[in-house]
T-cell receptor, first 114, second 113 residues
């Protein structure tokens, strides 16, 4: 079974631009979560989607948004990029949105904002 | 109160040594504590997890110790190998409804040959 895939793997943008990242969960997984990973901060939860609805949201500004499609694929968007948005963005999927359900992470999208 | 504090930030041990990574939490409602292992260029992968109704859990060379009264838990790696060199994250969450995982800041482990 294929793992979680994220595209693109690397992205370079300039301040003020917007970016859309894509995540394809493992087949059969209906819950998708997004995390921001930076050195020193670890993994910060962005949001979780299940059945096309945002079920939980972390403490990030409204510039960070996401959505989930009927096939469980998910996208996240960051508008008006800032230098501090440079990070590895990780997507994770699991079968159900139960906290103890094993979460499988993709390899991430490395975003660099210049 | 939602934080999980992890230490040390980095750790170097010799092959065969027993690295210990510690985590502490404040929220007594947390009742699920997983550990994740991340290799360079990869996403984190679940290593082992524990619920607070047990004080210790072993899976192969990896052991979680849990101290509910102290609100601390730790990861021990027995007979560590160079292949264990990775970043380790502890995490915690409540086990009801749509709960997010709160992660520690990570420990970079290097096991020297």
């Amino acid at each position: 079974k294929a793992g979680v895939t994220q595209t693109p793997r690397y992205l370079i943008k300039t301040r003020g631009q917007q970016v859309t990242l894509s995540c394809s969960p493992i087949s059969g997984h209906r819950s998708v979560s997004w995390y921001q990973q930076t050195p020193g901060q670890g993994l910060q939860f962005l949001f979780e989607y299940f059945s096309e609805t945002q079920r939980n949201k972390g403490n990030f500004p409204g510039r960070f948004s996401g959505r989930q499609f009927s096939n469980s694929r998910s996208e996240m968007n960051v508008s008006t990029l800032e230098l501090g948005d440079s990070a590895l963005y990780l997507c994770a999927s699991k079968i159900q949105p139960t906290p103890t359900d094993t979460q499988y992470f993709g390899p991430g999208t490395r975003l660099t904002v210049l | 109160q939602q934080q999980v504090k992890q230490s040390p930030q980095s750790l170097i041990v010799q092959k065969g040594g027993i690295p210990i990574i510690n985590c502490a939490y404040e929220n007594t409602a947390f009742d699920y504590f997983p550990w994740y292992q991340q290799f360079p260029g990869k996403g984190p992968a679940l290593l082992i997890a524990i619920r607070p109704d047990v004080s210790e859990k072993k899976e192969g060379r990896f052991t979680i110790s849990f101290n509910k009264s102290a609100k601390q838990f730790s990861l021990h790696i027995m007979d560590s190998q160079p292949g264990d060199s990775a970043t380790y994250f502890c995490a915690a969450s409540m086990n009801t409804g749509f709960q997010k995982l709160v992660f520690g800041t990570g420990t970079r482990l290097l096991v020297s040959p």
